[in-house]
């Protein structure tokens, strides 16, 4: 083994080790977590002003929020027992409106799927009249040459 080849493996094998490393690291989910993660229970939110509580839930992810939804229902059927009727009116109403929404852009983008379908298809036929009109006309230069 000459010298280069020496230098060469010993870079590549140093490189390897570190991108191994590096995404080790990364990929660590115990240091993930704890540095997106916030620590707060139902009464903290209950009580958070909503400016600083919006951002924070927007970034939850979907087992979190399930737990805490838990929480805050256990929070409100202490002073108010009706308070799960209350949320599965609000919940199931957000879900109708949620998929009405869904609905109007699923119904958007079937539009614009057929109008694009039918500028395309538009575009095909207009290229194969066209092909035909020049095809038509090289033959007949081609009869006018014989």
Avoid at 37 to 61: C, S
Avoid at 105 to 128: D, H, P, Q, T, W
Wanted: proline share 3%; charged share 25%; no cysteine.
């Amino acid at each position: 083994m000459n010298q280069t080849t020496f230098r060469i493996s010993i870079i590549s094998l140093f490189v390897l080790l570190l991108l191994t490393t590096a995404r080790n690291v990364e990929a660590d989910p115990i240091l993930t977590e704890t540095v997106t993660k916030p620590v707060m229970g139902a009464k903290e939110y209950l009580n958070a002003d909503l400016d600083t509580v919006f951002p924070i839930i927007q970034k939850m992810k979907k087992e979190d929020a399930v737990i805490l939804i838990t929480q805050i229902r256990e929070e409100a059927k202490k002073s108010w027992p009706d308070s799960d009727k209350f949320y599965f009116l609000i919940s199931h109403l957000e879900s109708i409106k949620a998929i009405e929404e869904e609905h109007t852009r699923l119904k958007s983008l079937n539009e614009v799927y057929l109008i694009g379908s039918v500028l395309l298809a538009g575009f095909l036929v207009f290229s194969i009249f066209r092909q035909r009109s020049l095809i038509r006309k090289i033959n007949s230069q081609l009869g006018d040459k014989d």
